[in-house]
């Protein structure tokens, strides 16, 4: 019996417990939409369970139960939670300002390299048209959308990034603006990545540390 327990043991030891964040971006009764560990959103039904280990418990239009780890979790929309596991591995990344307080970062839209300008005021990444065609992207088959810049109205298109990353942070399913007006040719690093991170300012740092 000794022996039974100790390899039970051990057995438990080799399968450990599933790390899961999990943030909610969409709810519907009986489904939710959900962006787990980073992955693209996927719509999960109740009873469903993910290979994460996230079961979704029950969904309406407010909030939604899940089964994460063994715990009952209700996470509301636009919320989020995660296992301590993950908070503890969270990734980081910290960039200096510039002689003018700006923060310009090298970073990857798609796997190609992009150098962005971080900028709060920014609703999504944005790319210029010539950047965005550098890496492949048909921007004219995104949605057309009027946006206002510093340089007046414009015309965009929203499209949907497969990945951006800076610092070796990277996220998945980002939603992007790409526009083709002469005189904005930066790309900028905008809140639809930028939101999804816990921003921290000390000094002339800035400090991104990724939620999900």
Not at 80 to 99: L, W, Y
Not at 179 to 194: E, K, Y
Request: net charge neutral.
């Amino acid at each position: 019996m000794r022996f039974s327990h100790c390899m039970a043991a051990a057995l438990l030891a080799a399968f450990p417990a599933f790390a899961a964040e999990v943030n909610v971006i969409g709810l519907f009764p009986g489904k939710a939409v959900v962006v787990i560990n980073g992955t693209p959103p996927r719509t999960l039904s109740v009873g469903q369970k993910t290979p994460e280990g996230v079961t979704l418990l029950s969904a309406d239009s407010k909030a939604a139960t899940f089964d994460v780890d063994g715990k009952r979790e209700v996470i509301g929309l636009g919320q989020a939670i995660e296992t301590p596991s993950i908070s503890g591995s969270r990734q980081s990344v910290t960039f200096a300002s510039d002689a003018s307080g700006h923060f310009s970062v090298d970073g990857q839209v798609n796997g190609g390299t992009v150098r962005f300008l971080v900028d709060t005021g920014a609703t999504f990444v944005t790319l210029p048209g010539a950047e965005a065609l550098r890496l492949g992207i048909d921007f004219k088959r995104g949605q057309p959308a009027v946006s206002q810049t510093a340089n007046g109205r414009v015309l965009v298109y929203r499209v949907r990034l497969d990945s951006v990353s800076v610092g070796g942070m990277i996220l998945n399913g980002v939603d992007a603006a790409v526009h083709d007006s002469p005189g904005l040719d930066v790309a900028l690093l905008g809140m639809s990545f930028l939101n999804r991170t816990e921003m921290r300012r000390e000094g002339g740092n800035l400090t991104l540390t990724k939620r999900y």
